[in-house]
């Protein structure tokens, strides 16, 4: 059974701060990763996607990739009450289309 | 937001009821997909069309019907559905079913089975 794990929170982090959410992954064979953004009563919006070790920078997001951990992370830096919302990580295997999802981390920013 | 579009976004229905989920995409788009989204678990896939043609069915229930007539549009037929069938879902689209594909997601449809 392929599995992608999150820590489901709350996350709680003042505003300005950096907040650090992160998932990982049973199988070793994944090969692209996703984070999406969910507000409640929403549905899902992709913020960034990772296919390398390493980081992905865009705007104030950095997604982190490290298959030898099979460990993905996304940081937030200068973290706004806008931000706040559920993070869903998701994990592509193969050439299926098909996603797995985390169970998501809500993240409470504070004014 | 025009991407991907659901309706009806909120749907009520009996438990002898039938009822249909639409789903149009305007991105272009190869593949569609029927995601659903129950409280405390997991986005769950249920379905997967490339080219119109159903390429996963993730062990959906009979009582969950996908209809895919063109790469632009996908249905979810609905009979006999149980209370715990509630929950949100979700449409999406990607360009293509291979590694490393982004998927785009429609509003949703909040089903409430009585």
């Known amino acids: 059974q392929k599995e992608v794990e999150q820590n489901s929170g709350p996350l709680s982090v003042p505003e300005g701060a950096i907040a650090s959410l992160n998932c990982t992954y049973s199988?070793?064979?994944?090969?692209?990763f996703f984070w999406y953004r969910q507000y409640s009563g929403k549905s899902p919006e992709l913020i960034m996607s990772?296919?390398?070790?390493g980081d992905q920078e865009d705007g104030r997001f950095t997604a982190q990739l490290n298959k030898a951990s099979q460990y993905v992370s996304l940081l937030i830096r200068d973290s706004q009450p806008s931000d706040s919302a559920t993070y869903l990580c998701?994990?592509?295997?193969?050439?299926?289309?098909?996603?797995?999802f985390g169970q998501g981390t809500t993240l409470q920013v504070k004014p | 937001e025009t991407g991907v579009t659901q309706t009806p976004r909120h749907l009520v229905m009996g438990m002898t009821n039938k009822k249909s989920l639409k789903c149009e995409q305007h991105?272009?788009?190869?593949?569609m997909y029927w995601y659903k989204q129950s409280a405390k678990k997991p986005l769950e896939l249920m379905f997967v069309?490339?080219?119109?043609?159903?390429?996963e069915n993730n062990s959906v229930p009979s009582r969950f019907s996908p209809e895919c007539p063109n790469s632009s549009h996908l249905f979810l037929h609905l009979h006999t559905l149980q209370p715990e069938d509630s929950a949100l879902y979700l449409c999406?689209?990607?360009?293509?079913?291979?590694?490393?594909?982004?998927?785009?997601f429609g509003q949703g449809t909040r089903l409430t089975v009585v």
């Open positions: 999406a689209s990607s360009q293509g079913v291979g590694i490393g594909t982004e998927a785009f």
């Open positions: 199988d070793r064979g994944s090969q692209s």
């Open positions: 990772i296919y390398s070790n």
């Open positions: 998701a994990v592509n295997a193969g050439n299926t289309g098909k996603l797995i």
């Open positions: 991105l272009g788009h190869n593949a």
């Open positions: 069309y490339n080219f119109k043609e159903q390429t």
